[in-house]
T-cell receptor
Framework: EAQVTQNPRYLITVTGKKLTVTCSQN?????MSWYRQDPGLGLRQIYY???????DKGDVPEGYKVSRKEKRNFPLILESPSPNQTSLYFC???????????FGEGSRLTVL | GENVEQHPSTLSVQEGDSAVIKCTYS??????FPWYKQELGKRPQLIID?????GEKKDQRIAVTLNKTAKHFSLHITETQPEDSAVYFC???????????????FGTGTQLKVEL
């Protein structure tokens, strides 16, 4: 079954405690991306990757890091989380930036 | 960079009526315009997309129109049903072939409610 898997699905953490949200896809997609969804602001792109070892900033990259060492995985790293990073995060993948995105189920993160 | 504006933010229609959601974009290099539907508590899912070489595209009860000159595109849902109730997002992207980047920029969403 084609899928994008994110973990954890829910997380409550405290300010400054490093965390990683994993994302894995089994469709051999080249393009992967992270979005955050906040009420009234829609989906805002954090980082994207065109292929292995190729990553670039989206519209709201501050406070986040990513890596793409393998084609299937695209983890999102919050080195020092802050309360303004409390959000619903979606990982997505597709064959290209102009192909239909497959979204993961989302990860709801709360930073206290 | 690209800026996508979406209207209205909420839309309520009676079952069987039509619904129209409109988006405008700013980057003339944008050439791909998808629409996503997000049901409550679920992930966004692609419902239809259109490329800049096409003015209109239909898929059963949904259609999308694109006006490149005016930089706007719209989603049309006919014969609405309760299961159409969801948040709908438009988006726009360009690519290096059109002189743009590789980002996909979303609008802020429209909450559609179909009432019985």
């Amino acid at each position: 079954e084609a899928q994008v898997t994110q973990n954890p699905r829910y997380l409550i953490t405290v300010t400054g405690k490093k965390l990683t949200v994993t994302c894995s896809q089994n469709m051999n997609h080249e393009y992967m991306s992270w979005y955050r969804q906040d009420p009234g602001l829609g989906l805002r792109q954090i980082y994207y990757s065109m292929n292995v070892e190729v990553t670039d900033k989206g519209d709201v990259p501050e406070g986040y890091k990513v890596s793409r060492k393998e084609k299937r995985n695209f983890p999102l790293i919050l080195e020092s989380p802050s309360p303004n990073q409390t959000s619903l995060y979606f990982c997505a993948s597709s064959f290209s930036v102009q192909g239909g995105l497959f979204f993961g189920e989302g990860s709801r993160l709360t930073v206290l | 960079g690209e800026n996508v504006e979406q209207h209205p933010s909420t839309l309520s229609v009676q079952e069987g009526d039509s619904a129209v959601i409109k988006c405008t974009y700013s980057d003339s290099a944008s050439n791909y315009f998808p629409w996503y539907k997000q049901e409550l508590g679920k992930r966004p899912q692609l419902i239809i997309d259109i490329r800049s070489n096409v003015g209109e595209k239909k898929d059963q009860r949904i259609a999308v129109t694109l006006n490149k000159t005016a930089k706007h595109f719209s989603l049309h849902i006919t014969e609405t049903q309760p299961e159409d109730s969801a948040v709908y997002f438009c988006a726009a992207s360009s690519n290096i072939l059109t002189g743009g980047g590789n980002k996909l920029t979303f609008g802020t969403g429209t909450q559609l409610k179909v009432e019985l």
